[in-house]
């Protein structure tokens, strides 16, 4: 599975972005997926997930009811609609995703390359 993230970029505060992730290779073994971030000197922190049949989120306290995941199965295609931006939010954000061998429980985690994300204030 591969994963390529495209949409980040550099606004205001207040602002809006949305990200997406698109996924290629056998995205049909594709489970959970989820936004992660990491901004500089800090540690990479879960932003938002969502389950296969998109019908289960969750968010971190800081980002809810500001950002939005989703995803859309047909297109390989995840998405964070991230509104109210604020300087905090600046950093690299990363897609997720998970998949589970059934015949031998083992799960496979694959990453995106990043991209940054950048509020002005």
């Known amino acids: 599975v591969q994963l390529v993230e495209s949409g980040g970029g550099l606004v205001q505060a207040g602002g809006s972005l949305r990200l997406s992730c698109a996924a290629s290779?056998?995205?049909?073994?594709?489970?959970?997926m989820g936004w992660y971030r990491q901004a500089p000197g800090k540690e990479r922190e879960l932003v938002a997930v969502i389950t296969n049949g998109g019908d289960t989120t969750n968010y971190a306290d800081s980002v809810k009811g500001r950002f939005t995941i989703s995803r859309d199965n047909a297109k390989n295609t995840m998405y964070l609609q991230m509104n109210s931006l604020k300087p905090e939010d600046t950093a690299v954000y990363y897609c997720?995703?998970?998949?589970?061998?059934?015949?031998?429980?083992?799960?496979?985690?694959?990453w995106g390359q990043g991209t940054q994300v950048t509020v002005s204030s």
């Open positions: 997720h995703a998970q998949s589970e061998n059934v015949k031998s429980g083992r799960t496979y985690h694959y």
């Open positions: 290779g056998s995205t049909f073994s594709i489970d959970a």
